[in-house]
């Protein structure tokens, strides 16, 4: 039995005022929530007084990035340990935004993967195909390649600590979500690589997010899916009562 999990992705929203402001909120909301585990990922600026909110509540503290680099002269960038400093326990990694605008390979994510679990991060792994590749029927393809790439030399042992977020880039912040058929064929696809790669036990064990336009009117089927195990929620992470929705339907399913 797989826990589901949501976590809200703030992107690159929320100045510390208002980063504060939402955290009270949703601790208000889910001060003792069981059955699902709530993990939100400020931007890095605010993490440390989210963290100081969320300290006495269930929801979980992530962030958005991080640098496959233990330390040293990497200017601008943040390590695995400056995270769990800040009180992260997990952290979102090869976006697709990251992997679009920043150019991070599959070689890179593997690399801040295996960082992150060396320090204890949980993390967030992100796969997804564009349009075109979905138009060109290329989409099990590409999956599979990042999931191969990203999983380079990572152990079985390993994989269990691994969240994925199936996120199709076509429908990140387009409002155009996967239909749960579409999302759960693919789900469906990464398990059972995984079980081919690894071993069934782990792969029934691994937890599968959906992300691209979640919001309360289409996740409840989403949710229903049997290889969707929570979502990666972008926008309507941002407003309350949207993510409030979206958790409590968790329960529900
Ligand atoms: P939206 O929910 O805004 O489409 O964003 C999804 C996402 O990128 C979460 O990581």
Not at 113 to 121: G, T
Request: proline letters at 3%.
């Amino acid at each position: 039995m797989r826990t589901p999990i949501i976590a809200g992705n703030w992107k690159m929203n929320k100045t510390i005022p208002e980063a504060i402001e939402l955290a009270n909120s949703l601790k208000r909301e889910f001060l003792d929530i069981q059955g699902v585990e709530v993990v939100i990922c400020p931007p890095f600026t605010a993490l440390s007084e989210v963290f100081e909110i969320l300290n006495s509540s269930n929801i979980k503290l992530g962030a958005q990035n991080m640098s496959c680099q233990e330390e040293g002269a990497f200017t601008g960038e943040v390590s695995a340990k400056m995270l769990r400093d800040a009180g992260c326990q997990f952290v979102i990694l090869g976006h697709s935004e990251r992997r679009q605008y920043f150019f991070e390979t599959d070689n890179l994510i593997n690399n801040k993967i295996k960082a992150a679990l060396k320090n204890n991060l949980t993390p967030i792994v992100c796969v997804g195909e564009t349009l075109d590749e979905r138009e060109n029927e290329k989409t099990f393809d590409v999956i599979q390649t990042q999931i191969s790439g990203v999983l380079k030399d990572i152990k079985a042992v390993d994989l269990e600590k691994i969240i994925f977020a199936y996120e199709p880039v076509w429908a990140i912040g387009t409002g155009k979500n996967a239909t749960s058929a579409q999302a759960e064929e693919v789900h469906k696809f990464i398990r059972s690589f995984l079980k081919k790669c690894y071993n069934e036990e782990t792969a029934n064990a691994v937890r599968i997010q959906y992300g691209g336009s979640v919001k309360p009117e289409n996740f409840s089927e989403l949710i229903s899916q049997e290889d969707i195990d929570g979502a990666l929620v972008g926008g309507a992470s941002l407003q309350m009562e949207a993510f409030v929705k979206i958790v409590k339907q968790c329960l529900a399913s």
